[in-house]
T-cell receptor, first 113, second 118 residues
Framework: DGGITQSPKYLFRKEGQNVTLSCEQN?????MYWYRQDPGQGLRLIYY???????QKGDIAEGYSVSREKKESFPLTVTSAQKNPTAFYLC????????????FGPGTRLTVL | AQKVTQAQTEISVVEKEDVTLDCVYE???????LFWYKQPPSGELVFLIR??????QNEISGRYSWNFQKSTSSFNFTITASQVVDSAVYFC???????????????FGRGTQLTVWP
């Protein structure tokens, strides 16, 4: 089945540690995105990538890093510089950028202990 | 600036009632796209509909219908004869057109939590 997978579903991290969230898609989409969702909030854009080996910062990129070495994969690293990392992280992809419909993965819930 | 407002934070209804979720948007663009997504308790956002700014026809899909009114900058979503499985958070989103290599990003409202009681 075509879709977007994120792993793990739940992730716990100690303060001061970096952690990487996985996002894989087999939809042959060019564009991929990372969003952060906090309780009672809409989704906020962290990073996006339009093509392989290229990515741009979104609204809240500080404390996060990404890579796009393969079309199918867009991992997000939450670094120790991110002051409030506890949140729900959603990965999405679309055929291209612009008004193309974005399709979402199941999300990863990160908790910092 | 782009902005999407979903003024209803939470709505509770009893099964079989009709319910309307409001979405008001702001944009200076004449070409734009509007979306609705559903987020069930599992967390994944499920795409429901996409509309462009030139198409003001109402859309109906089963128990779901959407009313797009440019005059009031609204894109409201109605569920007819609601069911318990409709319980979820619903997000409205706005996309600006892509300019050059600039991303045509999605701006999300804060969502409306719909609870349908049996």
């Amino acid at each position: 089945d075509g879709g977007i997978t994120q792993s793990p579903k739940y992730l716990f991290r100690k303060e001061g540690q970096n952690v990487t969230l996985s996002c894989e898609q087999n939809l042959n989409h060019d564009a991929m995105y990372w969003y952060r969702q906090d309780p009672g909030q809409g989704l906020r854009l962290i990073y996006y990538s339009q093509i392989v080996n290229d990515f741009q910062k979104g609204d809240i990129a500080e404390g996060y890093s990404v890579s796009r070495e393969k079309k199918e994969s867009f991992p997000l690293t939450v670094t120790s510089a991110q002051k409030n990392p506890t949140a729900f992280y959603l990965c999405a992809s679309s055929i291209g950028t612009g008004p193309d419909t974005q399709y979402f993965g199941p999300g990863t819930r990160l908790t910092v202990l | 600036a782009q902005k999407v407002t979903q003024a209803q934070t939470e709505i509770s209804v009893v099964e079989k009632e009709d319910v309307t979720l409001d979405c008001v948007y702001e944009t200076r663009d004449t070409t734009y796209y509007l979306f609705w997504y559903k987020q069930p308790p599992s967390g994944e956002l499920v795409f429901l509909i996409r509309r462009n700014s030139f198409d003001e026809q109402n859309e109906i899909s089963g128990r779901y219908s959407w009313n797009f009114q440019k005059s009031t900058s609204s894109f409201n979503f109605t569920i007819t004869a609601s069911q318990v499985v409709d319980s979820a958070v619903y997000f409205c989103a706005l996309s600006e057109p892509r300019r050059g290599s600039t991303l045509g990003r999605l701006y999300f409202g804060r969502g409306t939590q719909l609870t349908v009681w049996p």
